[in-house]
Nanobody
């Protein structure tokens, strides 16, 4: 059974940094596209970044130059390094994975980890 477990969320002041991790279990990790998505209260879920295998990346315009997505295939893990955080980055962040789709229609999702940025 596919399982994704996020960690690393928390509270930080604007301008600070946080790193998120996602541990993947139960599937052929190496062939999957993986991504980070976020949802703020009262807003729709939006894509943050995706990474294929091999490591082709995409980023939302709102995070380009500030966030970096990466994966460690040996550790079956996905990461999101977030710098220069802004209050508008506050949201629940979700890890997702899919064998063929590399967008918000990914099949497998984690439970989410909260990121709160104060001004």
């Amino acid at each position: 059974q596919v399982r994704l477990v996020e960690s690393g969320g928390g509270s930080v002041q604007a301008g600070g940094s946080l790193s998120l991790s996602c541990a993947a279990f139960g599937y052929d990790y190496l062939t999957y596209c993986m991504g980070w998505f976020r949802q703020a209260p009262g807003k729709e879920r939006e894509g943050v970044a995706t990474i294929t295998s091999p490591h082709e990346t995409t980023y939302a315009d709102a995070v380009k130059g500030r966030f970096t997505i990466s994966r460690d295939n040996a550790k079956h893990s996905l990461y999101l390094h977030m710098n220069s955080l802004k209050p508008e980055d506050t949201a629940m962040y979700y890890c997702a994975a899919d064998p063929g789709v590399c967008n918000a229609d990914m099949r497998y999702w984690g439970q989410g980890t909260q990121v709160t940025v104060s001004s």
